[in-house]
């Protein structure tokens, strides 16, 4: 999704360096955007996986409802708090190098956590994951600006774009399809090992058809690993509390935690304005991007929004498996219209932003709420015989919206940054939806096991259901007043 980002100005990493090498030839440069099309689609099947596959896994596994938000949000924290160092590498190590590091970490990472035998071995597996996907994700769009001249930059994101909108649903598909076709006995496992053929079909075509550009930043090698600790810190302080708060009774000691959170950060926003000041020449974040409102703004929205479609999926998920009974196969198969609908809103919005600008934002939150009306409707009437027709056109309308807002929105927030800011804030960024899909998994997750109970049945499930719905409608009507603080059209020409 965050590949939409570096469309604000396709010329920036030709300045990069005093010459900038040929463009590589069609057909190389063709499957380099498939090498990186498929290391975007192993991060966002795997932020998304886990949600489906959650009850498989705690059936073979054991371990506790809190367990089961950790394997979903360790892999976005650690990667939310690695992020804007994994850029940094590619800065100073160069992008094709870093990208190639990052997927054989990453499916060395996958294979561990296929062979996890026990909630613990697979949560740290998930963080080595996380890791590695912060080294690998950031190189994707840079690497996309080195395959493409700035007149072709347009027809690689038109295919890139609706890709990644429809990968970002699809997870649960996935995984709910490996887990029961359980292929050679994996059973869940497969969710992880489906991730071998797409590392080595990125690390071997990678290597014949990805840039091997010179480092933009080879002069300078700081990383600032004070930074990066002060950073992670405050996040994982931040997430623990929501995600252990339910299961633990909410002791004092986690809303001093919460309160220590705020207070890490801004000690790192101090620590970074320090820096700075003193002339440090690579800062993690410049932080002259949150002055102006567009980007301030965007932050805000990327968090509301990514929270609330990434804690409802789960909730959605955990639902229909734990509180209506369904198979990992037919929950997948009854959130496909959701899927559906993400897929033709995301191609939808790439021939409508032009003409549209932010108001497409607006109304793909319009049409989001009306698919979150009509799913609270259900779960507010239904019956003990509630089918997958049921849900089928609310979670289509619903992802009709959200796929209207996938592909314009990065490049609308992005309106008033100055062409030097925006590397730094493209990865800040990232790292912000990253954080507001850990912060959504966990606020979701406490509200629905909260209102489910701990011996969940149907009815405590279709309330529990419902107020998520209710939450989200929220969330989504913060988005809509945040989106009228974003510029009205999106960058044109570096301006």
């Known amino acids: 999704m965050s590949a939409v980002l570096e469309t604000a100005d396709p010329t920036v990493a030709d300045a990069e360096t005093p010459t900038a090498p040929a463009r590589t030839g069609a057909d190389r440069k063709w499957l380099g955007l498939f090498v990186v099309l498929a290391a975007t689609l192993m991060n966002l099947l795997d932020a998304t996986v886990v949600n489906v596959a959650a009850p498989a896994i705690r059936a073979d596994l054991g371990g506790s ?48 956590c296929a ?17 590695a996907g912060a080294i690998m994700i950031p190189q994707s769009f840079g690497l996309i600006r080195d395959l493409f001249s700035a007149q072709e930059m347009g027809k690689a994101f038109a295919a890139f774009g609706p890709s990644i909108g429809l990968a970002t649903i699809l997870g649960p598909i996935v995984a709910g399809t490996l887990v029961d076709a359980d292929l050679f006995g994996t059973g869940w496992r497969m969710i992880f090992l489906i991730n071998v053929p797409l590392g080595l079909f990125a690390l071997l075509a990678g290597k014949a058809a990805l840039p091997a550009r010179p480092p933009v930043d080879a002069s300078d090698r700081s990383l600032d690993p004070l930074g990066m600790l002060i950073g992670g810190a405050g996040m994982f302080m931040l997430v623990y509390p929501l995600v252990q708060g339910r299961e633990k009774g909410w002791p ?103 003409k549209l600008g932010r108001r497409i934002l607006h109304i793909g939150l319009a049409i989001m709420a009306v698919g979150i009306v009509a799913l609270y409707a259900v779960f507010a009437n239904a019956s003990t015989d509630l089918g997958s027709l049921t849900l089928a056109a609310p979670f289509l309308v619903f992802g009709l919206g959200m796929g209207l807002i996938f592909v314009p929105l990065f490049d609308i927030i992005m309106g008033e940054v100055a062409d030097e800011e925006v590397g730094s804030a493209s990865s800040a960024l990232e790292s912000m939806q990253q954080l507001a899909s850990a912060l959504g998994v966990a ?53």
Do not use: C, N
């Open 65 to 112: 409802y809190a367990a089961l938000q950790w394997i979903a949000a360790a892999y976005t924290l650690t990667l939310a708090a690695g992020l804007l160092t994994g850029g940094r590498l590619g800065d100073i190590y160069g992008r094709k190098r870093m990208m190639q590091i990052g997927v054989v970490g990453f499916v060395a990472a996958s294979v561990l």
């Open 443 to 495: 606020v979701f997750g406490t509200v629905f096991f909260s209102e489910g109970g701990a011996r969940m049945h149907q009815q405590s499930a279709l309330d529990a259901a419902a107020t998520t719905t209710l939450v989200a409608l929220v969330l989504t009507a913060v988005a809509f007043a945040l989106g009228f603080l974003l510029p009205k059209h999106a960058r044109q020409g570096g301006h």
């Open 252 to 354: 004092a000691w986690m809303f001093v935690m919460l309160a220590g959170a705020v207070a890490v950060l801004a000690g790192f926003v101090a620590y970074t304005l320090r820096r700075t000041r003193k002339g440090a020449k690579a800062p993690l974040v410049r932080l002259s991007v949150f002055g102006k409102r567009s980007y301030s703004s965007g932050v805000l929205f990327v968090i509301v929004f990514f929270g609330a479609i990434t804690g409802l999926s789960m909730a959605i998920g955990l639902f229909l498996q734990l509180g209506l009974g369904f198979s990992a196969m037919r929950a997948s198969l009854t959130m496909g219209t959701w899927a559906l609908g993400a897929f033709i809103g995301s191609g939808a919005s790439g021939a409508l932003m032009g």
């Open 115 to 131: 062979l996890a035998w026990s909630p613990e071995v697979l949560i740290g597996a998930r963080v080595l994951q996380g890791l």
